[in-house]
């Protein structure tokens, strides 16, 4: 079984400004992927980035990047120059063995001000 | 193309009736999932399609709900008897293929279910 913990219920950012949300997580599964997604007021929910496990090297994409750290099983997201369109839930989610069933976490509310 | 579509956007139904959920997955896509969000619960894994069979149907939460898809593609969630902690918003999502690979699944816009 998998378990996802995001702590941060809610945070909020001023634009142009970097922020980080928090991520931990538990698996027994040697094989594993981290995700990032987000979930604007739209409900869409976007995938932001992505991890695999077996990779040392931290993912980046764009303004967008993790630091994973595999024995604390940390997993958070830096948004840097964030911008109003940032705002959104951000939910961290976990792929094991199965390869199929995401678990997400419960999500942390970002809120970007002007 | 377009992207995953689910239908009704929102829909309001009183105890005791049934309703049905619809979700188009994107051309192509072998595999397509229903999640369901509530406020207590988050997002949790309801049930899995590989084609028109559903090899983990662990998450439906009880045999009110049922899932079917046919042709490989349309899939309908149906709730029986509806009940107020049934109220969430239903997320489907499909991708190029399931177990055995890792494919990005892309997720519809959702059904919000209210139950009065």
């Known amino acids: 079984a998998q378990t996802v913990t995001q702590s941060q219920p809610e945070m909020s950012v001023q634009e142009a400004e970097t922020v980080t949300l928090s991520c931990t997580y538990d698996t027994s599964e040697s094989n594993y992927y981290l995700f990032w997604y987000k979930q604007p007021p739209s409900r869409q929910m976007i995938l932001v980035i992505r991890q695999e496990a077996y990779k040392q090297q931290n993912a980046t994409e764009n303004r967008f990047s993790v630091n994973f750290q595999k024995a604390a099983k940390s997993f958070s997201l830096k948004i840097s120059d964030s911008q109003l369109g940032d705002t959104a839930m951000y939910f961290c989610?976990?792929?094991?063995?199965?390869?199929?069933?995401?678990?997400f976490g419960k999500g942390t509310l970002l809120t970007v001000n002007p | 193309g377009a992207g995953v579509s689910q239908s009704p956007s929102n829909k309001v139904t009183e105890k005791g009736k049934d309703v049905e959920l619809r979700c188009d997955p994107i051309?192509?896509?072998?595999?397509l999932y229903w999640y369901r969000q509530s406020l207590g619960q988050g997002l949790e894994f309801l049930i899995y399609?590989?084609?028109?069979?559903?090899?983990?149907k662990s998450g439906l939460p009880s045999d009110r709900f049922s899932a079917e898809r046919t042709g490989g593609s349309v899939s309908t969630l149906t709730i029986q008897r509806t009940q107020q902690e049934d109220s969430a918003v239903y997320l489907c999502?499909?991708?190029?293929?399931?177990?055995?690979?890792?494919?990005?699944?892309?997720f519809g816009p959702g059904t919000r279910l209210t139950v009065l």
């Open positions: 989610a976990s792929l094991g063995g199965s390869n199929y069933k995401l678990t």
């Open positions: 051309s192509g896509h072998t595999a």
């Open positions: 399609f590989q084609g028109n069979s559903a090899p983990d």
């Open positions: 999502a499909s991708s190029l293929a399931g177990s055995g690979s890792i494919n990005e699944q892309f």
